[in-house]
Protein backbone atom coordinates (compact mmCIF):
# COMPACT_ATOMS: atom_id res chain seq x y z
CA UNK A 1 0.00 0.00 0.00
CA UNK A 2 1.57 3.83 -0.83
CA UNK A 3 -0.42 6.67 -0.10
CA UNK A 4 -4.01 5.77 -0.84
CA UNK A 5 -3.12 3.04 -3.56
CA UNK A 6 -2.90 -0.21 -3.30
CA UNK A 7 -1.07 -3.10 -5.16
CA UNK A 8 -2.60 -6.43 -5.30
CA UNK A 9 -1.56 -9.57 -7.53
CA UNK A 10 -4.08 -12.51 -6.28
CA UNK A 11 -3.66 -15.89 -7.86
CA UNK A 12 -7.43 -16.33 -8.49
CA UNK A 13 -7.46 -19.05 -11.39
CA UNK A 14 -11.58 -20.06 -10.24
CA UNK A 15 -12.57 -16.89 -11.71
CA UNK A 16 -11.40 -17.71 -15.16
CA UNK A 17 -10.65 -21.47 -15.40
CA UNK A 18 -13.56 -23.36 -17.37
CA UNK A 19 -14.44 -26.88 -18.06
CA UNK A 20 -15.68 -29.55 -16.11
CA UNK A 21 -14.79 -29.52 -11.87
CA UNK A 22 -15.25 -33.12 -11.71
CA UNK A 23 -16.45 -34.75 -8.71
CA UNK A 24 -14.17 -32.27 -6.69
CA UNK A 25 -15.79 -29.45 -5.08
CA UNK A 26 -15.31 -25.64 -6.29
CA UNK A 27 -11.60 -24.35 -4.53
CA UNK A 28 -13.03 -21.17 -2.77
CA UNK A 29 -11.11 -17.86 -2.61
CA UNK A 30 -9.10 -16.51 -0.13
CA UNK A 31 -7.79 -13.13 0.72
CA UNK A 32 -3.79 -12.42 0.32
CA UNK A 33 -2.24 -13.30 3.42
CA UNK A 34 -1.53 -10.05 5.63
CA UNK A 35 -4.80 -8.26 3.92
CA UNK A 36 -6.83 -6.40 6.31
CA UNK A 37 -10.15 -5.12 6.17
CA UNK A 38 -8.89 -1.58 7.41
CA UNK A 39 -6.86 -1.32 3.89
CA UNK A 40 -9.98 -1.82 2.31
CA UNK A 41 -12.91 -0.34 3.36
CA UNK A 42 -11.52 3.48 2.59
CA UNK A 43 -11.63 2.50 -1.25
CA UNK A 44 -15.45 1.68 -0.44
CA UNK A 45 -15.46 5.43 -0.14
CA UNK A 46 -13.00 6.88 -2.24
CA UNK A 47 -12.47 4.59 -4.79
CA UNK A 48 -11.33 6.30 -7.60
CA UNK A 49 -13.65 4.56 -9.83
CA UNK A 50 -16.33 1.88 -9.48
CA UNK A 51 -14.52 -0.79 -10.47
CA UNK A 52 -12.14 -0.43 -8.03
CA UNK A 53 -14.26 -0.11 -5.09
CA UNK A 54 -15.80 -3.37 -6.37
CA UNK A 55 -12.51 -5.23 -6.15
CA UNK A 56 -12.25 -3.81 -2.60
CA UNK A 57 -15.39 -4.88 -1.63
CA UNK A 58 -15.14 -8.67 -3.32
CA UNK A 59 -11.65 -8.66 -1.52
CA UNK A 60 -13.54 -7.66 1.82
CA UNK A 61 -15.87 -10.54 0.93
CA UNK A 62 -13.11 -12.76 1.24
CA UNK A 63 -12.31 -11.63 4.28
CA UNK A 64 -15.44 -12.33 5.58
CA UNK A 65 -16.64 -9.02 5.72
CA UNK A 66 -19.69 -7.76 3.80
CA UNK A 67 -19.40 -4.44 3.76
CA UNK A 68 -18.86 -3.49 0.26
CA UNK A 69 -21.01 -6.49 -0.70
CA UNK A 70 -23.92 -4.43 -1.88
CA UNK A 71 -21.53 -2.57 -3.81
CA UNK A 72 -20.04 -5.24 -5.62
CA UNK A 73 -23.70 -6.27 -6.55
CA UNK A 74 -24.28 -2.72 -7.73
CA UNK A 75 -21.43 -3.24 -9.72
CA UNK A 76 -22.38 -6.46 -11.15
CA UNK A 77 -26.09 -5.18 -12.10
CA UNK A 78 -24.43 -1.79 -13.86
CA UNK A 79 -22.21 -4.29 -15.95
CA UNK A 80 -24.11 -7.68 -16.72
CA UNK A 81 -23.27 -8.99 -19.88
CA UNK A 82 -24.48 -12.62 -21.32
CA UNK A 83 -20.94 -14.41 -21.21
CA UNK A 84 -18.30 -14.83 -19.31
CA UNK A 85 -19.40 -12.58 -16.65
CA UNK A 86 -16.90 -11.44 -14.21
CA UNK A 87 -18.70 -9.87 -11.81
CA UNK A 88 -21.63 -12.27 -11.90
CA UNK A 89 -19.31 -14.87 -10.62
CA UNK A 90 -17.13 -12.89 -7.58
CA UNK A 91 -20.52 -11.34 -6.58
CA UNK A 92 -21.91 -15.29 -6.00
CA UNK A 93 -18.34 -16.67 -4.97
CA UNK A 94 -18.21 -13.60 -3.02
CA UNK A 95 -21.22 -14.75 -0.95
CA UNK A 96 -20.39 -18.62 -0.82
CA UNK A 97 -16.81 -17.47 1.31
CA UNK A 98 -19.44 -15.21 3.77
CA UNK A 99 -21.53 -17.78 3.59
CA UNK A 100 -24.68 -15.64 4.60
CA UNK A 101 -28.02 -16.91 4.26
CA UNK A 102 -29.27 -13.01 4.55
CA UNK A 103 -27.71 -13.03 0.92
CA UNK A 104 -29.89 -15.35 -0.81
CA UNK A 105 -32.23 -12.70 -2.21
CA UNK A 106 -28.94 -11.75 -4.33
CA UNK A 107 -28.34 -15.26 -5.24
CA UNK A 108 -32.09 -15.18 -6.53
CA UNK A 109 -31.11 -12.32 -8.60
CA UNK A 110 -28.41 -14.20 -9.90
CA UNK A 111 -30.36 -17.23 -10.62
CA UNK A 112 -33.08 -15.41 -12.58
CA UNK A 113 -30.69 -13.09 -14.36
CA UNK A 114 -29.09 -16.98 -16.54
CA UNK A 115 -30.78 -16.90 -20.00
CA UNK A 116 -31.45 -20.23 -21.91
CA UNK A 117 -29.10 -22.93 -22.74
CA UNK A 118 -26.84 -21.16 -19.91
CA UNK A 119 -26.82 -24.46 -18.04
CA UNK A 120 -23.23 -24.72 -17.35
CA UNK A 121 -22.71 -21.55 -15.58
CA UNK A 122 -25.84 -22.50 -13.75
CA UNK A 123 -24.07 -25.60 -12.84
CA UNK A 124 -21.35 -23.39 -11.61
CA UNK A 125 -22.83 -21.40 -9.52
CA UNK A 126 -25.18 -24.14 -7.75
CA UNK A 127 -21.93 -26.05 -7.46
CA UNK A 128 -20.25 -22.50 -5.98
CA UNK A 129 -23.18 -21.59 -3.64
CA UNK A 130 -23.42 -25.40 -2.33
CA UNK A 131 -22.02 -24.94 0.64
CA UNK A 132 -23.78 -22.11 1.98
CA UNK A 133 -26.06 -22.81 4.94
CA UNK A 134 -29.31 -21.73 5.74
CA UNK A 135 -33.24 -21.74 5.38
CA UNK A 136 -33.28 -19.61 2.64
CA UNK A 137 -30.75 -20.67 0.69
CA UNK A 138 -32.01 -24.02 0.58
CA UNK A 139 -35.29 -23.15 -0.78
CA UNK A 140 -33.28 -21.54 -3.52
CA UNK A 141 -31.17 -24.50 -5.03
CA UNK A 142 -34.23 -26.59 -3.94
CA UNK A 143 -35.51 -24.45 -6.24
CA UNK A 144 -32.79 -24.51 -9.31
CA UNK A 145 -33.14 -28.64 -8.99
CA UNK A 146 -36.70 -28.74 -9.45
CA UNK A 147 -36.26 -25.78 -12.72
CA UNK A 148 -33.65 -26.76 -14.29
CA UNK A 149 -33.66 -30.88 -13.32
CA UNK A 150 -30.55 -33.42 -13.33
CA UNK A 151 -28.22 -31.70 -15.42
CA UNK A 152 -27.52 -29.40 -13.03
CA UNK A 153 -26.46 -31.84 -10.83
CA UNK A 154 -23.85 -33.84 -13.68
CA UNK B 1 -37.88 -49.75 -30.99
CA UNK B 2 -36.48 -53.02 -28.86
CA UNK B 3 -33.50 -52.64 -27.09
CA UNK B 4 -31.38 -55.72 -26.90
CA UNK B 5 -28.32 -56.35 -25.00
CA UNK B 6 -26.11 -59.25 -26.37
CA UNK B 7 -24.82 -61.81 -23.48
CA UNK B 8 -23.30 -64.51 -24.34
CA UNK B 9 -21.24 -64.93 -28.00
CA UNK B 10 -20.57 -68.42 -28.62
CA UNK B 11 -19.06 -70.58 -31.89
CA UNK B 12 -20.71 -73.12 -33.29
CA UNK B 13 -18.79 -76.21 -32.97
CA UNK B 14 -20.78 -78.98 -33.86
CA UNK B 15 -23.65 -78.31 -35.97
CA UNK B 16 -23.67 -81.52 -38.03
CA UNK B 17 -23.84 -79.98 -41.49
CA UNK B 18 -20.27 -79.09 -40.98
CA UNK B 19 -19.12 -82.14 -41.83
CA UNK B 20 -15.26 -82.21 -42.71
CA UNK B 21 -15.82 -78.91 -44.41
CA UNK B 22 -13.63 -77.17 -41.71
CA UNK B 23 -10.87 -79.32 -42.47
CA UNK B 24 -10.23 -78.77 -45.77
CA UNK B 25 -8.47 -75.82 -47.66
CA UNK B 26 -10.24 -72.07 -47.02
CA UNK B 27 -11.38 -71.33 -50.51
CA UNK B 28 -10.51 -68.14 -51.48
CA UNK B 29 -13.68 -66.65 -52.25
CA UNK B 30 -16.33 -66.69 -49.36
CA UNK B 31 -19.79 -65.87 -48.66
CA UNK B 32 -21.17 -64.73 -45.40
CA UNK B 33 -24.87 -64.43 -43.83
CA UNK B 34 -26.62 -64.18 -40.77
CA UNK B 35 -29.86 -65.18 -39.62
CA UNK B 36 -32.38 -64.73 -36.39
CA UNK B 37 -34.70 -66.81 -34.87
CA UNK B 38 -36.08 -66.18 -31.17
CA UNK B 39 -37.73 -68.07 -28.42
CA UNK B 40 -40.35 -65.97 -26.25
CA UNK B 41 -41.75 -67.62 -23.41
CA UNK B 42 -43.79 -66.27 -20.26
CA UNK B 43 -41.51 -65.74 -17.17
CA UNK B 44 -41.05 -68.20 -14.67
CA UNK B 45 -39.37 -67.14 -11.94
CA UNK B 46 -38.89 -63.36 -10.50
CA UNK B 47 -34.80 -63.00 -10.12
CA UNK B 48 -34.24 -59.71 -7.41
CA UNK B 49 -30.52 -58.50 -6.49
CA UNK B 50 -30.82 -56.02 -3.63
CA UNK B 51 -27.83 -54.26 -3.40
CA UNK B 52 -26.68 -53.40 0.37
CA UNK B 53 -24.01 -51.08 1.71
CA UNK B 54 -22.86 -49.69 5.33
CA UNK B 55 -19.99 -47.31 5.75
CA UNK B 56 -18.25 -46.40 9.21
CA UNK B 57 -15.11 -44.92 10.82
CA UNK B 58 -13.58 -48.38 11.09
CA UNK B 59 -14.31 -51.23 8.50
CA UNK B 60 -15.33 -53.59 11.54
CA UNK B 61 -17.89 -50.80 12.24
CA UNK B 62 -19.54 -50.92 8.15
CA UNK B 63 -19.14 -54.61 8.41
CA UNK B 64 -21.04 -55.04 11.81
CA UNK B 65 -23.67 -52.20 10.20
CA UNK B 66 -23.41 -54.03 6.49
CA UNK B 67 -24.13 -57.74 8.45
CA UNK B 68 -26.76 -56.12 10.63
CA UNK B 69 -28.61 -54.76 6.63
CA UNK B 70 -27.94 -58.52 5.72
CA UNK B 71 -30.13 -60.14 8.49
CA UNK B 72 -32.31 -57.70 8.27
CA UNK B 73 -33.09 -57.64 3.35
CA UNK B 74 -33.00 -61.94 4.08
CA UNK B 75 -35.62 -61.48 6.70
CA UNK B 76 -37.93 -59.11 4.84
CA UNK B 77 -37.70 -60.84 1.31
CA UNK B 78 -38.19 -64.23 3.59
CA UNK B 79 -41.45 -62.90 4.75
CA UNK B 80 -42.70 -61.71 1.15
CA UNK B 81 -42.18 -65.21 0.44
CA UNK B 82 -38.41 -65.88 -1.56
CA UNK B 83 -37.71 -69.14 -1.84
CA UNK B 84 -35.14 -69.56 0.89
CA UNK B 85 -32.45 -72.11 -0.93
CA UNK B 86 -32.54 -69.44 -3.53
CA UNK B 87 -31.34 -66.62 -1.13
CA UNK B 88 -27.67 -66.25 -1.09
CA UNK B 89 -25.32 -62.76 -0.63
CA UNK B 90 -22.39 -61.94 -2.52
CA UNK B 91 -19.22 -61.58 -0.74
CA UNK B 92 -18.14 -58.50 0.50
CA UNK B 93 -16.81 -55.69 -1.99
CA UNK B 94 -14.25 -52.42 -0.59
CA UNK B 95 -16.52 -49.41 -1.82
CA UNK B 96 -20.31 -48.82 -0.60
CA UNK B 97 -23.37 -49.71 -3.05
CA UNK B 98 -24.72 -46.95 -5.55
CA UNK B 99 -26.64 -44.96 -3.58
CA UNK B 100 -23.09 -44.39 -1.18
CA UNK B 101 -21.09 -43.70 -3.82
CA UNK B 102 -23.48 -41.58 -5.04
CA UNK B 103 -23.95 -39.76 -1.63
CA UNK B 104 -19.80 -39.57 -1.00
CA UNK B 105 -19.28 -37.74 -4.45
CA UNK B 106 -21.97 -35.52 -3.35
CA UNK B 107 -20.52 -34.54 -0.17
CA UNK B 108 -17.19 -34.14 -1.69
CA UNK B 109 -18.70 -31.49 -4.39
CA UNK B 110 -19.41 -29.33 -1.43
CA UNK B 111 -17.33 -26.17 -1.04
CA UNK B 112 -16.21 -25.76 2.37
CA UNK B 113 -14.90 -21.73 2.79
CA UNK B 114 -11.82 -21.68 4.46
CA UNK B 115 -11.22 -25.64 5.05
CA UNK B 116 -9.64 -28.08 3.32
CA UNK B 117 -12.30 -30.94 2.35
CA UNK B 118 -9.27 -33.55 4.34
CA UNK B 119 -11.42 -31.77 7.63
CA UNK B 120 -14.20 -34.15 6.78
CA UNK B 121 -14.22 -37.58 8.64
CA UNK B 122 -12.76 -40.02 6.46
CA UNK B 123 -14.75 -43.32 6.45
CA UNK B 124 -14.64 -47.22 4.92
CA UNK B 125 -17.06 -49.01 3.34
CA UNK B 126 -18.32 -52.16 1.95
CA UNK B 127 -21.15 -53.77 0.15
CA UNK B 128 -22.69 -56.97 -1.01
CA UNK B 129 -25.71 -58.32 -3.38
CA UNK B 130 -28.36 -60.51 -1.62
CA UNK B 131 -30.27 -62.39 -4.51
CA UNK B 132 -33.52 -63.89 -3.99
CA UNK B 133 -36.11 -65.67 -6.58
CA UNK B 134 -39.98 -66.04 -6.65
CA UNK B 135 -41.06 -68.46 -8.25
CA UNK B 136 -44.37 -67.04 -11.06
CA UNK B 137 -47.16 -69.16 -12.04
CA UNK B 138 -49.98 -69.76 -14.68
CA UNK B 139 -53.22 -67.69 -15.33
CA UNK B 140 -53.80 -65.66 -17.96
CA UNK B 141 -51.11 -63.21 -19.41
CA UNK B 142 -52.87 -60.79 -17.35
CA UNK B 143 -52.97 -61.92 -14.27
CA UNK B 144 -49.46 -62.82 -14.33
CA UNK B 145 -48.62 -59.31 -15.59
CA UNK B 146 -50.34 -58.02 -12.20
CA UNK B 147 -49.22 -61.14 -9.78
CA UNK B 148 -45.65 -59.38 -10.72
CA UNK B 149 -46.37 -56.27 -10.80
CA UNK B 150 -47.73 -56.51 -7.13
CA UNK B 151 -45.01 -58.49 -6.39
CA UNK B 152 -42.56 -55.99 -7.08
CA UNK B 153 -44.22 -53.08 -5.57
CA UNK B 154 -44.12 -54.86 -2.23
CA UNK B 155 -40.41 -56.06 -2.51
CA UNK B 156 -40.13 -51.95 -3.28
CA UNK B 157 -41.78 -51.56 -0.67
CA UNK B 158 -40.22 -53.26 2.04
CA UNK B 159 -37.02 -51.44 1.59
CA UNK B 160 -34.52 -54.31 1.82
CA UNK B 161 -31.61 -52.40 1.05
CA UNK B 162 -32.88 -50.13 4.25
CA UNK B 163 -31.73 -47.14 2.44
CA UNK B 164 -34.96 -45.73 3.05
CA UNK B 165 -35.03 -45.75 6.52
CA UNK B 166 -32.63 -43.12 7.78
CA UNK B 167 -33.90 -39.63 9.38
CA UNK B 168 -31.59 -37.08 7.90
CA UNK B 169 -30.56 -33.91 9.39
CA UNK B 170 -31.14 -30.81 7.39
CA UNK B 171 -28.41 -31.19 5.75
CA UNK B 172 -28.56 -34.74 4.49
CA UNK B 173 -32.25 -33.89 3.22
CA UNK B 174 -30.66 -32.18 0.25
CA UNK B 175 -28.00 -34.70 -0.42
CA UNK B 176 -30.65 -36.92 -0.37
CA UNK B 177 -32.84 -34.60 -2.79
CA UNK B 178 -30.08 -34.77 -5.13
CA UNK B 179 -29.21 -37.96 -5.10
CA UNK B 180 -33.04 -38.59 -5.94
CA UNK B 181 -32.88 -36.62 -8.93
CA UNK B 182 -29.45 -38.05 -10.25
CA UNK B 183 -30.70 -41.33 -9.78
CA UNK B 184 -34.43 -40.90 -10.72
CA UNK B 185 -34.10 -39.27 -14.02
CA UNK B 186 -37.21 -38.94 -15.75
CA UNK B 187 -38.70 -41.77 -14.55
CA UNK B 188 -39.22 -43.20 -10.80
CA UNK B 189 -37.85 -47.01 -10.73
CA UNK B 190 -34.29 -46.55 -11.20
CA UNK B 191 -33.23 -45.23 -8.20
CA UNK B 192 -34.40 -48.17 -6.07
CA UNK B 193 -30.80 -50.15 -5.07
CA UNK B 194 -33.60 -53.31 -6.20
CA UNK B 195 -33.11 -54.67 -9.68
CA UNK B 196 -35.95 -57.26 -10.82
CA UNK B 197 -35.12 -60.02 -13.84
CA UNK B 198 -37.92 -61.97 -15.24
CA UNK B 199 -36.49 -65.67 -16.00
CA UNK B 200 -37.24 -68.47 -18.21
CA UNK B 201 -35.83 -71.99 -18.40
CA UNK B 202 -34.67 -72.79 -22.31
CA UNK B 203 -34.77 -76.43 -23.37
CA UNK B 204 -31.99 -77.83 -25.29
CA UNK B 205 -34.70 -78.62 -27.57
CA UNK B 206 -36.43 -75.54 -28.16
CA UNK B 207 -32.63 -73.81 -28.55
CA UNK B 208 -31.01 -76.73 -31.42
CA UNK B 209 -34.52 -75.80 -32.91
CA UNK B 210 -33.79 -72.19 -32.93
CA UNK B 211 -30.55 -72.54 -33.73
CA UNK B 212 -31.70 -74.38 -36.51
CA UNK B 213 -33.67 -71.90 -38.24
CA UNK B 214 -31.32 -69.07 -37.72
CA UNK B 215 -28.64 -71.13 -39.23
CA UNK B 216 -30.93 -72.31 -42.71
CA UNK B 217 -32.14 -68.02 -42.99
CA UNK B 218 -28.57 -67.85 -43.14
CA UNK B 219 -27.54 -70.56 -45.68
CA UNK B 220 -30.56 -69.30 -47.45
CA UNK B 221 -29.98 -65.42 -47.47
CA UNK B 222 -25.96 -66.52 -48.24
CA UNK B 223 -27.22 -68.72 -51.04
CA UNK B 224 -29.13 -66.39 -52.50
CA UNK B 225 -25.93 -63.80 -52.78
CA UNK B 226 -23.81 -66.51 -54.36
CA UNK B 227 -26.44 -67.01 -56.82
CA UNK B 228 -26.51 -63.52 -57.35
CA UNK B 229 -22.59 -63.59 -58.36
CA UNK B 230 -23.36 -67.05 -60.67
CA UNK B 231 -21.55 -69.32 -58.01
CA UNK B 232 -22.80 -71.85 -55.86
CA UNK B 233 -22.54 -72.51 -51.78
CA UNK B 234 -19.40 -74.81 -50.67
CA UNK B 235 -18.94 -76.07 -47.26
CA UNK B 236 -19.24 -74.02 -44.24
CA UNK B 237 -16.39 -72.37 -43.06
CA UNK B 238 -17.34 -70.93 -40.26
CA UNK B 239 -19.95 -70.41 -37.79
CA UNK B 240 -20.71 -68.34 -34.68
CA UNK B 241 -23.75 -67.42 -32.76
CA UNK B 242 -24.56 -64.75 -30.38
CA UNK B 243 -27.49 -64.17 -28.39
CA UNK B 244 -29.41 -60.78 -27.01
CA UNK B 245 -32.15 -60.66 -24.78
CA UNK B 246 -34.44 -57.36 -24.50
CA UNK B 247 -33.02 -54.67 -21.83
CA UNK B 248 -35.28 -52.70 -20.03
CA UNK B 249 -35.09 -49.14 -21.59
CA UNK B 250 -37.87 -48.31 -20.67
CA UNK B 251 -37.16 -48.31 -17.10
CA UNK B 252 -34.37 -47.25 -17.10
CA UNK B 253 -33.93 -45.07 -20.90
CA UNK B 254 -32.48 -41.64 -19.08
CA UNK B 255 -29.57 -43.84 -17.58
CA UNK B 256 -28.63 -46.21 -19.86
CA UNK B 257 -25.44 -47.21 -18.74
CA UNK B 258 -25.86 -45.26 -15.72
CA UNK B 259 -25.55 -47.26 -12.29
CA UNK B 260 -29.06 -48.85 -12.09
CA UNK B 261 -28.77 -50.07 -16.25
CA UNK B 262 -25.45 -51.57 -15.06
CA UNK B 263 -26.62 -53.16 -12.06
CA UNK B 264 -29.39 -54.78 -14.45
CA UNK B 265 -27.26 -55.58 -17.26
CA UNK B 266 -24.64 -57.64 -14.61
CA UNK B 267 -27.67 -59.38 -13.60
CA UNK B 268 -28.76 -60.32 -16.98
CA UNK B 269 -24.87 -61.21 -18.12
CA UNK B 270 -25.26 -64.20 -14.97
CA UNK B 271 -28.80 -66.38 -16.02
CA UNK B 272 -27.76 -69.61 -16.92
CA UNK B 273 -26.49 -70.82 -20.37
CA UNK B 274 -30.27 -73.05 -20.57
CA UNK B 275 -31.77 -69.75 -19.86
CA UNK B 276 -33.05 -66.41 -20.94
CA UNK B 277 -34.30 -63.31 -19.01
CA UNK B 278 -35.84 -60.33 -19.69
CA UNK B 279 -37.72 -57.26 -18.22
CA UNK B 280 -41.06 -58.43 -19.07
CA UNK B 281 -42.95 -61.05 -17.29
CA UNK B 282 -45.23 -61.71 -20.11
CA UNK B 283 -42.80 -62.34 -22.77
CA UNK B 284 -39.44 -63.28 -22.51
CA UNK B 285 -37.34 -63.70 -25.61
CA UNK B 286 -34.35 -65.12 -26.52
CA UNK B 287 -32.99 -64.44 -29.92
CA UNK B 288 -30.25 -66.38 -31.78
CA UNK B 289 -28.10 -65.10 -34.16
CA UNK B 290 -26.16 -67.34 -36.59
CA UNK B 291 -23.82 -65.88 -38.93
CA UNK B 292 -22.54 -68.60 -41.25
CA UNK B 293 -19.78 -68.17 -43.96
CA UNK B 294 -19.55 -70.54 -47.19
CA UNK B 295 -16.70 -70.99 -49.68
CA UNK B 296 -18.03 -70.65 -53.08
CA UNK B 297 -17.98 -72.96 -55.66
Known amino acids: MRDDSLSLSIPNPELYRGGSYGNTAIELPSAPQGLKPEMLRPFLKNAPDATTAAYASYLLALLGDRAGFDKLAEHWRANKREYSDQWQKMLYTAAAV ?46 MRNEVGPSLLQ | MSAKL ?85 ELRIGGDTRQQMEDMLRARIPRPGRASATQPSTVSFSAILKAEWPLSGGTPDELLLAAV ?56 ERAKALAEAFEKARSSAAGLAKAAGRELGPVQRL ?20 AYNRWARQAAEVDPDEAAGPQPTSVTLELAVTASFSLK
Open chain 2, 6 to 90: VVSLAPLMALAFCGGALAQAPSSAEVSASGLSSIGKRAQVLRVQVELGADGRTAKEAIAKLNAKKDSARKKLLDLGAVEKSLQFT
Open chain 2, 150 to 205: ELQEKIRAADPSGSQAAVPTEGDEEIREEMEMLMRGNEGQARSPVTFLFVVRITPE
Open chain 2, 240 to 259: SSRSTIESPMAEYESYRYGP
Open chain 1, 98 to 143: MNNDELTPVLAEIYASFGKGREWEMREFYRTIRGIEGKRVLELRRK
